[in-house]
């Protein structure tokens, strides 16, 4: 049978548009089942901590749960390849640490490329590191510390949460600018290296703040200085490492990726609903409680800071020949 000419164009036209109708539906009924964040570390540390807060903000927000999914290995890139591969449907969200954009210029050969690969979807906080050594070291503050390192070259063991996190390139710059000798010890996460500098195993950690300042607090550990710019309203005594070492600034950054090719009406969803977090004086309160900055924005105000930190830290990789374990 032949249709009239506009019938069929009517037809035609409908069809044509049911895939935007079906993708917009599809992006208004998100989450419509559970929703797993990979993160790239075991639970205790920075990116742990901060994706179980962002997480369960999310799951009040949007009524699915949305599950922390801890895939460490390989300084965080089995969780990023896992997403990378994940189906691009929001269903599969990537908690993006300082360790994307370190990799980048840490391993020459990846199965991914981050940039490419994995969309930002929203930053969420940015956090100093605390400088602190167990209660055995004699060292209060940052010029006797350096003083103390100098004078037992090799003998300082120094923790991290893994090689080429940022707890372990933020260590390196400080031994870059102040000529210091100390032997790096990665683990396989913050916790274990937090429990082992607790023990006297290890002597100093440039510690994630969600991971130590509870052990500062109690006087577990003894915090030298903190690595931002500025000091910490919750730390307001202690002092900055650049206070001492001119140019030194380390901090993490935290946020959100999906899978290329996720819708976009997806991505402003997720966005907008971070962005709501991190207005709520609730949420802000417990990321602040650990020195926290919050970054909001955009997508692409995400993306730009992404890109701002490879820049910086691939700069100290090469300068100081780190390789990957």
């Known amino acids: ?20 109708v079906t993708r917009t539906a599809s992006a208004q009924s998100y989450p419509s089942r559970p929703v797993h964040i990979i993160v790239g570390f075991p639970p ?58 370190i990799n980048a210029s840490l391993y020459e050969k990846l199965n991914f490329n981050f940039a490419r690969d994995i969309a930002p979807v929203a930053g969420i906080v940015r956090e100093p590191l605390i400088v602190v050594v167990n209660p ?47 032997v790096h010890v990665p683990y396989k996460g913050a916790g274990p290296a937090i429990s082992d500098l607790l023990g006297g195993q290890v002597q100093v950690m440039f510690a ?15 915090a030298l200085a903190v690595t931002t710019a500025a000091r910490l309203a919750v730390l307001p005594d202690i002092a900055t490492v650049g206070d001492f070492v001119p140019g030194y600034e380390a901090s993490g950054f935290y946020g959100l990726g999906v899978p290329k090719s996720t819708p976009l009406e997806v991505i402003d969803k997720l966005n907008k609903e971070v962005n709501a977090g991190l207005a709520d004086p609730k949420l802000r309160a417990r990321l602040a409680d650990t020195g926290g900055t919050m970054l909001a924005g955009s997508p692409t105000d ?4 992404i890109a701002e930190e490879t820049d910086k830290w691939g ?3 090469r300068a100081a020949n780190i390789k990957p374990d």
């Open 136 to 182: 055995s070291v004699p060292a209060k503050t940052v010029l006797e510390f350096i003083a103390y390192a100098k004078a037992n070259p090799g003998k300082i063991n120094m923790a991290s949460a893994g090689n080429g996190t940022v707890v372990h390139v933020g260590g390196e710059l400080f031994k870059m600018l102040t000529g210091v000798d100390m």
């Open 208 to 222: 994630t703040a969600p991971s130590s300042i509870e052990f500062v607090r109690a006087g577990k550990l003894r």
């Open 1 to 20: 049978m032949k249709l009239p000419r506009r019938q069929f164009l009517h037809l035609a036209a409908g069809a044509a548009a049911c895939p935007v």
């Open 302 to 305: 995400f993306g730009k800071l």
């Open 44 to 101: 205790g540390g920075a990116n742990d901590v901060n994706a179980r807060l962002i997480g369960q903000w999310l799951s009040e927000r949007l009524g699915q749960p949305f599950i922390i999914e801890n895939r460490p290995g390989a300084g965080s890139n089995i969780g990023t390849e896992l997403a990378v591969h994940a189906a691009p449907d929001g269903y599969t969200v990537l908690f993006v640490g300082p360790t994307a954009a």
């Open 315 to 317: 700069k100290v990789i």
